[in-house]
């Protein structure tokens, strides 16, 4: 049988007669393979960017997506506020980078930073001829917001929406752009390894949900833009289906990993009404608009005691922190958060601000759960909402492994460094998009579609939970963790906690992992089968995790070590963990300034 892609999903197709071919029900053991020049893992913004330019740049580029296109968990489809870039008299590419690095506490590789928001330059003028419906005037961008760590105003707003809510924008856009590119996409594959040959990509390997099959793909070049490991935590602001599939594919690979210390925590996720759990949009987008006042239970406004100076209004980090310390000590609220007021401002301001925001669905939670924004406080937490850690890259989104890049989330590069400053994250992942596609599709144009490897003990292993008669559950195993994740790798750091969270996750992998089985034994899109490949990946992402976390004996950014509790100018260098000989490695990179210095410039807040 042949394997064909057609209107986003895989078709086995009868080489004698041409008709569709039936699934052999997730039992096949070697499996005929897909081919394309350019094979990009995940489709969200950095993902789709690398896809339509790989196409434009004359090679066939194919996006493999664990999700349906546009409906799947995407960080990008939750962004809120969206863009910085210059748009304002005084402001520059150079202007942004010096910001980037002192919200990153000068972890950043400097000529990452630059060489990737350089290429984001262009994206304002194809966000805007794609569809992306700005508010502007002729050619000029009208009334920018300036966020807390920006030297000047960049975030634009969009036309009728005031700005928010831009991740809707996004998910129409992008995904039209895929079919007017006519890049070929394949849904509901989640891709669990990358396949290798002496040192360089040759393809992935992975399961078709649709089908119950194992899948392989060669291709010249491959791009991983699979997102963040968000939801590797307990609670959080992004899809919780984000479980580091990529970052733990390119890490068994021997794939150079970086900043995995680092996860970026977002304060004001809604924890009730029930219905709003979960959303962080709405909460912060107030809080910045109205400067709203954190309380605890107590009826403290508690930010007095962790910001004496700026109080409430402060970074994400510190707003993050000190929520988390609140909730731990017991002070805080019913439902497990912080209560978020905006009652110390007039009533008819209050009111003109949530108008403006129209008649969103949030709304009508907030109303049926009896809370009154102008009166009463918005339960909120810190949730996980984007992670600076990811594979080591060059100026040219090259891996450690020849052939396979990364970008976005999954393609760190140290370009976040400690800490991110707001609004960067989509401009990254469009410079990285454009650099990513242009590169892998100029190697396809030189290289021979190679043969991939055996891929027998891949679908051996992808098919144990389903064979397994009785076992594990993978829902379960998941749970815990999220809560040694939750409990040892957030806030206050220690020693002890982070060795204490190293043991309990390599005792799952030893005791639980291999003993997975799904109660369900259907083939055709079994979330039990998908959950326990993607607990797999989880135990690898919070080891490399706490690895990091361990090796870093101070606090920086978004990394705080109650044992190490300042910031110590020895460390500014980066820890680099490989998988070698089956067992993770930890080499030291120092970081270099060849932008900025640490001695010329005071800290900003970010």
């Not at 896809?51 to 664990?66: D, H, R, W």
């Not at 809080?287 to 700026?310: A, Q, T, V």
């Not at 990179?589 to 001695?599: A, C, N, Q, R």
Request: proline letters at 4%; charged letters at 25%.
């Amino acid at each position: 049988m042949a394997l064909e892609v057609e209107k986003g999903r895989l078709r086995y197709r009868s080489e004698a007669t041409g008709e569709d071919a039936c699934g052999t029900g997730g039992r096949k053991e070697i499996m005929d393979k897909v081919s394309t020049d350019v094979l990009i893992i995940g489709s969200g913004m950095a993902g789709i960017n690398a896809a339509i330019e790989a196409k434009k740049n004359g090679v066939e580029s194919l996006l493999v997506n664990k999700g349906v296109l546009g409906k799947d968990g995407a960080a990008t489809w939750m962004a809120g506020w969206g863009f910085s870039t210059p748009l304002v008299p005084g402001d520059s590419l150079e202007v942004i980078v010096k910001d980037v690095i002192r919200c990153g506490k000068f972890l950043n590789n400097q000529d990452n930073v630059y060489a990737y928001l350089k290429e984001s330059l262009r994206s304002m003028d194809d966000l805007s001829a794609w569809g992306i419906k700005y508010k502007k005037k002729g050619n000029t961008y009208l009334e920018p917001y300036h966020m807390p760590g920006h030297s000047f105003p960049r975030h634009p707003k969009l036309d009728g929406f005031d700005g928010r809510m831009t991740g809707y924008e996004y998910k129409r856009v992008f995904a039209h752009q895929v079919r007017a590119n006519r890049v070929k996409t394949v849904e509901d594959v989640l891709v669990t390894d990358l396949l290798c040959r002496e040192g360089t990509v040759v393809g992935a390997f992975g399961l078709d949900l649709d089908r119950g099959e194992p899948v392989a793909f060669a291709a010249k070049s491959v791009i991983v833009a699979t997102g963040g490991f968000m939801g590797c935590y307990e609670f959080t602001s992004a899809n919780p289906t984000l479980t580091g599939d990529g970052h733990a594919a390119m890490y068994r690979a021997g794939v150079r990993m970086v900043d995995m210390e680092f996860v970026q925590f977002l304060p004001t996720v809604a924890v009730w009404p029930l219905g709003l759990k979960g959303v962080p949009n709405y909460c912060w987008d107030l809080y910045i608009n109205l400067h709203g006042i954190f309380y605890n239970k107590k009826g403290e406004r508690f930010m007095e005691r962790y910001n004496p100076g700026d109080k409430d209004w402060t970074t994400r980090e510190k707003l993050s922190r000190a929520i988390w310390r609140e909730i731990k000590e017991g002070r805080g609220s019913s439902h497990g958060g912080c209560y978020l007021t905006f009652r110390h401002l007039p009533r008819n301001l209050v009111k003109e601000t949530l108008d403006d925001l129209g008649n969103m669905y949030f709304k009508e939670y907030l109303n049926e759960a009896g809370i009154d924004l102008v009166y009463d406080g918005w339960e909120v937490a810190p949730g996980a909402h984007y992670v600076q850690g990811g594979a080591r890259l060059d100026t040219k989104c090259q891996t450690s492994i020849e052939g396979l890049f990364a970008v976005g989330e999954a393609g760190s590069g140290s370009k976040d460094g400690a800490d991110r400053l707001a609004g960067a994250a989509l401009p990254f992942c469009m410079g990285q998009g454009y650099i990513a596609g242009r590169e892998a599709a100029s190697r396809a144009k030189k290289t021979s579609l190679p043969e991939i490897p055996e891929t027998k003990d891949q679908a051996a292993a992808l098919l144990a939970p389903l064979k397994r008669a009785r076992g594990e559950s993978a829902i379960e195993l998941k749970k815990q963790i999220k809560k040694v994740m939750s409990n040892c790798t957030m806030y206050s750091r220690t020693a002890a906690g982070l060795d204490q969270a190293l043991q309990e996750i390599r005792q799952l992998r030893k005791d639980v992992l291999p003993r997975l089985a799904t109660k369900n034994k259907s083939v055709v899109q079994n979330r039990e089968w998908s959950d326990a490949l993607e607990a797999a990946n989880m135990l690898d992402i919070g080891e490399v995790v706490a690895i990091g976390a361990a090796t870093r004996k101070e606090s920086r950014g978004l990394h705080e070590r109650d044992d190490f509790p300042r910031e110590d100018p020895a460390w500014l260098k980066r820890a680099v963990i490989t998988l070698k000989n089956g067992a993770p490695q930890v080499e030291f990179e120092e970081v270099t300034f060849p932008l900025l210095k640490p001695s010329e410039v005071a800290s900003v807040r970010s």
